[in-house]
């Protein structure tokens, strides 16, 4: 006998709580980052990777994790402070930790770096749920920075990791300023700073974006900075502002729109000199990039004047992280970068223009991000091949920006050491042609040394003379390369003037013989 089908309703499932659907999210998330990120695993060791990790033995012991907090950020790559004094103890940390497990193997460092990214994107994540009201929009714009192509300069290439720890932690600042977590709060804030000082920004916007207790969170955020600035001014011996900081406010304006566009329109794939392009412009150019960039500035002032807090928020946290790339600009020396210094605020970016289209239809909105997103990993897998090795990142700087002076130097290396001396000397002449700072002097030298080693003896002798000595080129190693050049040219003629006795002494024209 067999029991008759019951014709009672069944019972609805119940729907996932919001904790477990942020959870799913959160995996989906982090599985996409690191499946977009790991072919970086398989570049080497590029730029400055081969002088902090490699060529200098300073991060090569245990004891080097605590060393680097009471040293400038140059000291691990054993070369004199910068002129912008950077402080990163924190990224030279992991550096050292990671050559303790993985010796003198990127890809170890570089699988480091994906999780890094990983872990600061999910913290980012945590972060939006409590800004934003959809955790699925939480989700998408975590995925959208995740993916971005500019990330590459930072995730791709070992030393822009510091990048990841600062909005690692300054993410997890603003959780903790959401949810009245003020220890864990200035704890995380020193953390971002440590990794690198464009955290400084979660600071203000901590306090701003706190719920609650406002003043502990004023309290939280002075003493994370009043501690950080101890420990800078121990390292450094000075105070916590670099020397140009005045300097570097007339270029605020262009600095922050060329970053908004490098943000917007990520085409680039290897860095640029701010410098350079800066000086490339004409008067009328400039004012144009820095009307762009006060018009930003304003755009954040009258959010705020209208209440619309959360984007007038976000957009100083990008203008924010910004700033300090000013200092950089205003140098009279190239330095290259752009995209690693677009990660921390980003995010930023992003949330201002999610709130910038959330009247448009979900769907609308949903085939934009998808698109988006697609467009985006695309872009990063150009970025990771980019920051393959050295002769890849410095092809694609001449190939993007053909007057870069410090690109066509820097390939030229590159080419000697392959032994490939005429391309060597070609890139260096490149270079002697488009170099209007005192760089110039290194170039001059490099095409003299490639020259000697082509056996062009007398011009290379002549033109290293003719400029003052450059930390890019040891003289005594010129001099041992010339002195092979002469040698070289001396044995040829001996064995030319042996040649012409022999063929006279055997009763031979050597200009008849057949």
């Given at each position: ?7 009672a ?6 729907a ?31 730029w ?21 907090f ?6 691990s ?23 303790q ?21 999910l ?10 009201e959809?955790a ?7 995925l959208?920075?995740a ?18 720890l600062?909005?690692g ?27 690198k000082?464009t ?16 003043g ?16 800078r ?5 000075h ?20 970053a908004?566009?490098?943000?917007l ?5 290897a860095?640029?000199?701010?410098s ?21 500035a304003?755009?954040a002032?009258l ?33 290259p ?7 921390v605020?980003?995010?930023?970016l ?26 985006f ?23 993007e ?6 690109a ?43 020259w ?16 003052p ?23 040829t ?17 050597a200009?008849?013989?057949?």
């Open positions: 006998m067999t029991d008759a089908p019951s014709n309703p069944s019972k609805p499932r119940a996932p709580s919001p904790a477990s659907s942020a959870r799913a999210l959160a995996v989906v998330v982090a599985l996409a980052t690191a499946a977009v990120w790991a072919p970086s695993v398989r570049n080497g060791f590029v400055d990777d081969q002088y902090d990790i490699l060529r200098s033995d300073r991060l090569h012991h245990a004891r080097a994790i605590v060393d680097v009471a040293h400038h950020a140059m000291w790559a054993d070369q004199p402070e910068v002129a912008i004094s950077t402080y990163r103890p924190l990224a030279l940390a992991t550096l050292a930790v990671d050559w497990l993985w010796h003198a193997r990127p890809a170890g460092y570089h699988a480091t770096n994906v999780l890094l990214h990983v872990l600061a994107t913290a980012l994540f945590l972060a939006l749920l409590t800004l934003v959809d699925r929009v939480a989700a998408v714009l975590a959208l920075f993916l971005h192509p500019a990330n590459a300069e930072a995730v791709a290439w070992i030393n822009g990791r510091s990048e990841m600062a909005l932690f300054g993410a997890l600042a603003i959780w903790a300023a959401r949810t009245q977590r003020f220890v864990v709060l200035a704890v995380a804030l020193v953390a971002a700073m440590l990794g000082e955290g400084v920004i979660f600071a203000p916007v901590c306090v701003a974006l706190a719920t609650g207790r406002r502990r969170a004023l309290v939280a955020a002075l003493v994370a900075v009043a501690a950080y600035a101890s420990l001014a121990y390292a450094l011996g105070g916590t502002l670099p020397a140009q900081a005045s300097a570097a406010i007339a270029t605020l304006g262009p600095v922050w729109s060329r908004t566009v490098a943000a329109v990520p085409w680039r794939r860095p640029i000199e701010l350079t392009w800066l000086s490339s412009l004409t008067p009328h150019a400039r004012a144009a990039w820095a009307l762009a960039g006060a018009s930003l304003a755009a002032l959010l705020a004047l209208r209440r619309h807090w959360l984007a007038a928020i976000a957009l100083a946290w990008w203008l924010g992280s910004i700033a300090p790339t000013a200092p950089i600009a205003a140098l009279d020396y190239p330095w970068g752009l995209g690693r210094w677009l990660y605020g980003l995010p930023g992003l949330l201002v223009a999610a709130l910038a289209t959330r009247r448009l239809p979900s769907r609308a909105r949903a085939a934009l991000a998808t698109v988006v997103a697609l467009l990993v695309v872009g990063a897998e150009r970025g990771i091949a980019t920051w393959h090795d050295d002769e890849a990142l410095y092809s694609a700087m001449v190939a920006t053909p007057d870069d002076a410090w066509w130097r820097a390939l030229g290396t590159v080419r000697l050491a392959q032994g490939r001396d005429a391309d060597a000397a070609d890139c260096f002449h490149r270079a002697v042609a488009t170099d209007r700072t005192e760089e110039v002097h290194a170039a001059y030298a490099l095409e003299a040394y490639a000697a080693r082509l056996g062009r003896c007398d011009e290379a002798e002549a033109q290293f003379r003719a400029h000595p450059t930390p890019a080129l040891k003289t005594e190693d010129f001099d041992a390369v010339a002195e092979a050049c002469r040698r070289k040219a001396l044995t003629t001996t064995r030319r003037v042996k040649s012409l006795h022999a063929n006279g002494e055997t009763g031979r024209d200009s008849t013989k057949r």
